[in-house]
């Protein structure tokens, strides 16, 4: 399994706006039919720069469909978020490959 990771900061003026947008977005990325589920999280960190800090953690199969995404999907997809908010949105990616998950072996009363 894989995990493509968009990490976004946000200007403050545009937060609101970015944020509904961003649901569209996700949805969009997931109906591309690279990906099986998506988690939008809030960054809790002050940032320097200011604004405020997302990432989004779209899970993947395989290394093909990733790959897929990246040749048929990824450069429109961006070029929205490009288009609709210009220099006031900063992101970069990454990639992770899950190697294992753990679980807790018992549960607290």
Do not use: C
């Amino acid at each position: 399994m894989y995990i493509y990771n968009v990490t976004i900061n946000i200007d403050e003026s545009l937060h609101n706006e970015w944020l509904t947008w961003m649901e569209t977005h996700i949805l969009d990325v997931l109906n591309s039919g690279k990906f099986i589920s998506a988690k939008l999280t809030e960054v809790l960190v002050d940032e320097e720069m200011g604004g405020r800090t997302y990432s989004v953690q779209y899970t993947t199969n395989t290394r093909e469909d990733l790959d897929a995404y990246y040749k048929e999907d990824a450069d429109e997809l961006r070029l929205e978020g490009i288009k609709k908010f210009g220099d006031k949105m900063l992101a970069f990616r990454t990639e992770l490959k899950l190697i294992k998950e753990f679980y807790p072996t018992n549960t607290r009363n």
